[in-house]
């Protein structure tokens, strides 16, 4: 087993920037796994916002393109979201997810506050 845990969160006037990390441990090796990273807002579904699979490539919801960045560093086990341009709207929990054959593990999330 394995295990995700998310940090860099906090609260940022709109505009802003944050970046979120996501570090790996145990048998979860980011290179070798698709990572995602997912936001929730009470009463509204979980969303991927970016992802970036094994083989590096990267992908974007449109409400978050060319303001989110995705990267990952093998070294350090971790997958970076460097976030800027932050808007209210941004404001969630984020989560990042792990897996090869679909999603096998969840971070507990890091809370985002975007004011305006």
């Known amino acids: 087993q394995g295990q995700l845990v998310e940090s860099g969160g906090g609260s940022v006037q709109a505009g802003g920037s944050l970046r979120l990390s996501c570090a790996a441990s145990?048998?979860?090796?980011?290179?070798?796994?698709?990572v995602g990273w997912h936001r929730q807002v009470p009463g509204k579904q979980r969303e991927l916002v970016a992802s970036?699979?094994?083989?590096?490539?990267?992908g974007y919801a449109d409400s978050v393109k060319g303001r989110f960045t995705i990267s990952r560093d093998n070294a350090e086990n971790t997958v970076y979201l460097q976030m800027t341009s932050l808007k209210p709207d941004d404001t969630a929990v984020y989560y990042c997810?792990?897996?090869?054959?679909?999603?096998?593990?969840w971070g507990k999330g890091t809370l985002v506050t975007v004011s305006s």
């Open positions: 145990g048998r979860i090796f980011v290179r070798a796994n698709d």
């Open positions: 970036i699979t094994s083989g590096g490539s990267t």
């Open positions: 997810s792990a897996g090869r054959y679909g999603i096998v593990a």
